[in-house]
Nanobody, 113 residues
Framework: QVQPVESGGGLVQAGGSLRLSCGNLGSISSRNFMAWFRQAPGKSRELVASITGGGVTDYADSVKGRFTISRDSAKHTVSLQMNSLKPEDTAVYYC???????WGQGTQVTVSS
């Protein structure tokens, strides 16, 4: 079973942008649901953004208008464009893909004030 691999995390100042990418998904044509989750220290893992096989997207209220999830069927990747970052966005971000259920190991995003 393939394990998703995230990339693109790092340290950025508040108001800045980062783009996360998730690969090693195999063929994503069968992945009917993919998502990004995040977990901040001392908090539960939360759903940030999701995208279905048909391209329907959904976002947590806290990131609406700032984050955009997308999938690239040619590259077999799913990405998360994060703009206007805030210190409260600091967390480990995880890629998730369904069918079969697969989690990445996470990538750290730190937003300084």
């Amino acid at each position: 079973q393939v394990q998703p691999v995230e990339s693109g995390g790092g340290l950025v100042q508040a108001g800045g942008s980062l783009r996360l990418s998730c690969g090693n998904l195999g063929s994503i044509s069968s992945r009917n649901f993919m998502a990004w989750f995040r977990q901040a220290p001392g908090k539960s893992r939360e759903l940030v953004a999701s995208i279905t096989g048909g391209g329907v997207t959904d976002y947590a209220d806290s990131v609406k208008g700032r984050f955009t999830i997308s999938r690239d069927s040619a590259k077999h990747t799913v990405s998360l464009q994060m703009n206007s970052l805030k210190p409260e966005d600091t967390a480990v971000y995880y890629c998730y893909a369904a069918n079969p259920s697969s989690w990445g190991q996470g990538t750290q995003v730190t937003v300084s004030s």
